[in-house]
């Protein structure tokens, strides 16, 4: 949420704070010497290490901060523009701001997203230098004439990328987001290969621009290569939205049971990924069968009731014959509840599959932020 990307962005902000050479610290082992000896890349690579063990509590801080790029301002390049000079143009972040916004107006009433809005205010806060500036205009006179195919960009999903490296680094990816990536990993390889040269050539420009000079060595047949090794990556461990993986069905159990138990992990990952995934899959259907085979049998035909607190299936009411009180999720009996000792064995094997087989997806969706992470993190940005 927005208030736990603030947090913590205000923890990283105090973790640097104490990291800076300041005489009251200076009994700090921790703290970063600005007076030592040592260029740029050296300082922010240690507190790229300190923030990545302190504050993002990474599995392996050492390999984050191997990775931390420092660009320098290129000869000639324009300084940002101070704070009192946004805030009289209307480039302030702030709501309260007497100058109109300039970014909108700049901008289609209709149709600007927020990361276009967003990247144009970055590029008029921190103006490129000559090169970047040369390969923007080069682009939109490109863009602007009538002859140029449109670059299939416009369904391509906006991935920050604070989020994006954040998620990957924490082994936090869902399955949404790798989708996401997928779309725009592909929209880059297809605008990368199709492109015409003289929409290709500034585009790659600005992007090594905008990546601090960190994707210089991506041609066009490069970048291509690299975003259709991501998406290959993503299709063997991810399922695609449009394959339906169908939950468990039965005439006896209500639906709102089966999504509960079976919708963290069913069209998440690929089925045949790894064979434990599918080993697990299996288990859940075996179990599932055996749970209605046991409502048939010790239910008959009386109504079936879920209790969703407990994610207990039961009957209600007073009835018949050999008949137990289920226990609930504090392992006390339910009152006013029966089941039968067959229905209870048969649902919490059920129960314990399907978490399996939930905890064999994320650890799949793990792995995979892991390798991206190492190995695909500057084609994924």
Request: hydrophobic content about 45%; some cysteine; aromatic content about 4%.
């Amino acid at each position: 949420s927005r208030a736990q990307e603030t947090n913590r962005r205000n923890a990283a902000k105090r973790v640097a704070l104490s990291l800076v050479d300041d005489r009251a610290r200076l009994d700090d082992d921790r703290a970063v010497r600005l007076s030592d000896p040592g260029d740029d890349g050296a300082r922010a690579r240690a507190l790229a290490l300190a923030v990545a063990r302190d504050v993002l509590c990474l599995d392996d801080p050492e390999a984050f901060a191997a990775d931390v790029r420092v660009a320098t301002r290129r000869p000639g390049a324009p300084r940002p523009l101070f704070a009192s000079t946004a805030r009289e143009i209307g480039l302030a972040d702030d709501a309260t701001a007497l100058v109109p916004a300039l970014v909108p107006h700049l901008l289609p009433a209709r149709g600007a997203r927020a990361a276009s809005q967003r990247f144009l205010r970055n590029w008029l806060l921190a103006p490129p230098d000559a090169s970047g500036a040369a390969a923007m205009r080069s682009l939109l006179k490109a863009l602007a004439d009538d002859a140029c195919p449109p670059l299939p960009l416009d369904d391509a999903p906006n991935l920050p990328r604070q989020k994006l490296v954040r998620l990957l680094a924490e082994k936090e990816a869902n399955a949404p987001l790798f989708r996401d990536l997928r779309t725009c990993a592909d929209r880059a390889r297809r605008a990368a290969a199709d492109a015409p040269p003289a929409v290709a050539k500034p585009l790659l420009e600005l992007l090594d621009v905008e990546g601090g000079g960190a994707y210089r060595r991506y041609d066009g047949p490069g970048l291509a290569k690299a975003a259709e090794v991501l998406v290959d990556d993503i299709d063997g461990v991810v399922a695609s939205s449009d394959v339906r993986d169908a939950l468990s069905d039965s005439p006896r159990l209500p639906e709102a049971f089966v999504q509960r138990n079976e919708g963290p992990f069913r069209g998440v990952v690929v089925r045949d990924h790894r064979p434990e995934i599918e080993a697990a899959y299996a288990a859940v259907d075996a179990a599932f069968g055996a749970l209605d085979a046991a409502i048939d049998e010790g239910f008959g035909g009386a109504e079936v009731t879920y209790d969703v607190a407990n994610n207990v299936v039961c009957l209600r009411g007073p009835v018949a014959g050999d008949f137990v009180s289920p226990l609930d999720r504090f392992r006390r009996p339910l009152a006013n509840r029966k089941t039968t000792p067959g229905v209870e064995a048969a649902l919490a094997a059920y129960a314990a599959a399907c978490a399996d087989a939930a905890q064999g997806a994320r650890a799949a969706l793990r792995a995979l932020s892991e390798h991206a992470y190492a190995t695909r993190l500057d084609a994924a940005l």
